[in-house]
Nanobody
Framework: QVQLVESGGGLVQAGGSLRLSCAASGRTFSTWARGWFRQAPGKEREFVAALNWSSSNTYYADSVKGRYTISRDNAKNIVYLQMNSLKPEDTAVYYC??????????????????WGQGTQVTVSS
């Protein structure tokens, strides 16, 4: 089992920044990918960003490219999501995930086995 705990959400004005953290514990060696997803009210949970823990390759949704950065702290087993130039449409609950996505399916929600409880991000206009 892998346990994931997110933190860092909050209320920010449009154009502002936030940094989310996801601390992992347990059998983290069993998963090679760490991802961030988000879910806005009335919408499906969607892929935001992911990181390959072994290769450090990163993946981003088109909607956040150039604004968001996913990174890691190996020693602390933490994944970060730095969010800049935030827009009201970025408002959502953000979830951290861990899994072993098959080739080409890093952005698939079903590729992830473990999820955090979520942290709310609200961007005001």
């Amino acid at each position: 089992q892998v346990q994931l705990v997110e933190s860092g959400g909050g209320l920010v004005q449009a154009g502002g920044s936030l940094r989310l953290s996801c601390a992992a514990s347990g059998r983290t060696f069993s998963t090679w990918a760490r991802g961030w997803f988000r879910q806005a009210p009335g919408k499906e949970r969607e892929f935001v960003a992911a990181l390959n823990w072994s290769s450090s390759n990163t993946y981003y949704a088109d909607s956040v490219k150039g604004r968001y950065t996913i990174s890691r702290d190996n020693a602390k087993n933490i994944v970060y999501l730095q969010m800049n130039s935030l827009k009201p449409e970025d408002t959502a609950v953000y979830y951290c995930a861990a899994g072993t996505p098959p080739y080409g399916k890093t952005q698939w929600r079903s590729s992830y086995d473990y999820w955090g409880q979520g942290t709310q991000v609200t961007v005001s206009s």
